[in-house]
């Protein structure tokens, strides 16, 4: 018997409108690991995250999260897997004429079955998890973008998902509260056994919570590289995955 993967790709090919951008991904992530997608800008990695949570559907390969074969599934059970995932969507604001509390029960609203005070509870918890007890009732306007980023990992969490795809969550903030996001990514990882997906261009975190890394190489239009990433530090890794990890690493 082994755990059932999380997320499974066989030659998935994705891209928008029939419109094919990326293909070859192959990779398997079982559940508890990190994995990266890395890659230049505009190369596909927003477009790759949304396909696996089936967002979007596969243009061609297979799919599978949490089970779900997404080229057969049906609408409502796509929805269904769909309640299980949590995101962080790249540039993703919080509402903002909502505090940060009403932010974070506002899916718990729509979803859960449960009395107002129940919600609020579990709102203050999620935001408490995440270091924000003190900012519940301020506005997104009132914080600085690494509370912001927080609070959208907080919001992102409302459901208790199996999976969260984090977008870009440390892009536009400074080393220091970029860290924290890293240390916070890997407290959710290790209290709830959560699996996560982000997409990130810092060398330095990503080695130091993905358990792998998926590459995508524009110029192939396939993804390059698929291994753990201190395997790219390795000269005579796949050369572009390598160039990629090494030269970050001396700035
Ligand atoms: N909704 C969309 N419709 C059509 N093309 C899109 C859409 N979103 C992104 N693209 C195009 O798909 C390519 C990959 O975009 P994206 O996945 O956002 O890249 P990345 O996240 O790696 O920067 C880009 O050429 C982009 O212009
Ligand atoms: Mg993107």
Redesign the pocket.
């Known amino acids: 018997m082994t755990t059932q993967d999380i997320l499974v790709s066989e030659g998935l090919a994705v891209g ?2 029939g419109n094919v ?1 990326m293909t070859s991904i192959d990779f398997r992530l079982a559940p508890g690991r990190i994995l990266a997608i890395v ?1 230049p ?7 790759l995250m949304r396909s696996l949570s089936g967002l979007d559907l596969p243009l061609g390969g297979r799919s599978e999260v949490l089970g779900l074969d997404l080229a057969v599934a049906t609408a409502t059970e796509r929805e269904g897997t769909l309640r299980r995932l949590g995101f962080l969507f ?1 540039g993703s604001a919080l509402f903002s004429s909502l505090t940060l509390r009403e932010n974070v029960e506002l899916p718990m609203r729509e979803f859960l079955r449960a009395p107002r005070r129940e919600i609020r509870a579990l709102a203050e918890y999620k935001l408490a998890l995440v270091g924000l007890a003190d900012a519940m009732d301020k506005m997104p306007a009132e914080i600085s973008g690494g509370m912001a980023k927080r609070a959208g990992i907080a919001r992102a969490m409302a459901l208790d998902p199996d999976l969260i795809f984090l977008d870009e969550p440390s892009a536009g903030l400074d080393p220091l509260t970029s860290g924290r996001l890293d240390e916070l990514i890997l407290k959710l990882r290790d209290t709830f056994g959560t699996t996560i997906v982000l ?1 990130s261009h810092e060398v330095p975190s990503i080695l130091r919570i993905a358990d792998f890394c998926v590459y995508l190489d524009p110029d192939a239009g396939r993804m390059g590289a698929y291994g753990p990433p201190r395997d790219f530090l390795a000269a005579g890794s796949h050369a572009k995955a390598h160039a990629f990890f090494s030269q970050a690493r001396i700035s």
């Open positions: 928008h409108g951008i890659g800008s505009g190369c596909g990695k927003s477009t790249q997409v």
